[in-house]
Structures are given as C-alpha cells and as structure tokens.
C-alpha cells in the first residue's frame, strides 16, 4: 500500500470513529428485566423501550436547556443514561447516571400509564443531571428540582398541589417545584442559577444571593401571594 493509501484508510477510520462517538456524546440505552410480569408486559404494550429512550434524549436535551447548559463543559461529566424496568416496589429511583423503574407501579397505575411514564423519565433524568451540593443540598430541593423539570415540561400530573399550597418551601416534589417556579418567575433562569450555584456545597442564603431576599421571606411572599 502507497502512504497516500495508508493515510487515506487512517483519515477513513478516524473519520468513522468521531460519528461513531462523537465528543461529548451521551447514549440512552433502556431495557425491560420485567417483561415477563404483568406490569412489564404493560409497559412493553405501552411505552416501549424505544420511546422510553427518545424520551431520556429529549429530557436531558431539555434539562440542559432549563439550566442554561448550552455546552458539555458546564454539565455534569455523564455519558450514558441507562433505564431498567425492574421488578421492584415504589415508583422509580436514579443511582448515577442509572434509572430504575417499577414495573408493579406501571401495572397498577389507573389512567394513561405513557404520559406517567414520560413525566417520572423527565424527573429522574434530572436526578441524573443536577447538581448536588456535593451530597450537601436539602434533599426537599432536590426533589423539588426534579418536578420543577417535569412541571416546566408539561407532565404535572392532576394531583399536585396547586400554586401556593403546602406548609414547607422545603417539603420536596409538587410543594417546592411551585414554589420554584414563583422564585422563578421573579427572576427567570433562577433555577438554572440554582442548580450552577450547587455545584461545589450548599446554602440556603444561594436564595438571598440570587434573588435578594432570604428563602424563608420569599415562601411567605409566596403563600400571601395565593392567599395562603
Ligand atoms: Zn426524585
């Protein structure tokens, strides 16, 4: 073979390797260990590990949107997200970059089961990508930052709380993603602030810091605002 072959076939394989695994690529990958319980099979009817896996690209497309991550190098260094629908209790839970979903709970829901589906996707895709505090953040935020995504993307289930409802800014879930969304209406990209800000540790003052007035005034703001 003539050099000019030799780097031809070189640039021909480097060529194939970038569209392979592009630089900064994430894959989603979902697969069903369940499929042989009633709950698995439901899922396999209705939602399809093919649509389970357009919906894990599309919510991390649109969590790197809602906190304002438009390049690779300020999220969080993952390259991979994986769903299993497994034979467990509860609803569903992230560990890394993994999601675990019930398969009794697609099951037993009542109603349309995708739409569930899809919006419990967006929540633990953002368990995924979010910042922690370094393990430090209020766990109510965290929670609260996951359904804040899922409001945002227009999978709030029936039985949330209504704005301005709850005892708590910290409660976690429905309660504090509509208080999330009040905080963030006073400033938009609040949340994305948040998240950018929970980086490396957790306070709550990062509320004063970015909105100018402490966590536990702007709840009451909130709760006066809806009459509470
Ligand atoms: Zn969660």
Redesign the pocket.
């Known amino acids: 073979m003539k050099p000019l072959h030799v780097a031809t076939v070189v640039a021909s394989l480097l060529a194939l390797a970038a569209a392979v695994s592009p630089a900064g690529a994430v894959t989603f990958d979902a697969t069903n260990t369940a499929s042989n319980t009633p709950g698995g099979r439901r899922f396999d009817q209705a939602v399809g590990l093919g649509y389970a896996k357009r919906v894990l690209s599309d919510a991390s497309t649109f969590i790197w949107s809602t906190f304002n991550q438009r390049s690779p190098a300020g999220r969080k260094p993952v390259d991979a997200v994986t769903l299993v629908v497994e034979d467990i209790g509860g609803v569903a839970f992230t560990s890394g970059n993994g999601i675990h979903l019930s398969a009794r709970y697609v099951g037993g829901y009542s109603g349309d089961v995708k739409t569930e589906v899809t919006g419990v996707l967006y929540?633990?895709a953002t368990?995924v990508w979010q910042w922690n505090g370094q393990g430090r953040a209020n766990g109510g935020l965290i929670?609260g930052i996951?359904d804040y995504v899922r409001l945002k993307a227009g999978y709030a289930p029936g039985h949330w709380v209504k704005p301005g409802q709850g005892d708590r800014w910290d409660q976690g879930y429905d309660v504090t993603a509509r208080f999330l969304d009040y905080c963030d209406s006073l400033r938009p990209g609040f949340v994305a602030q948040l998240n950018a800000k929970m980086k490396d540790g957790y306070s709550d003052d990062f509320f004063a810091q970015i909105l100018g007035k402490g966590v536990q005034q702007l709840w009451q703001d909130y709760k006066k605002k809806y009459g509470g």
Request: net charge negative.
């Open positions: 929540h633990e368990h929670e996951a």
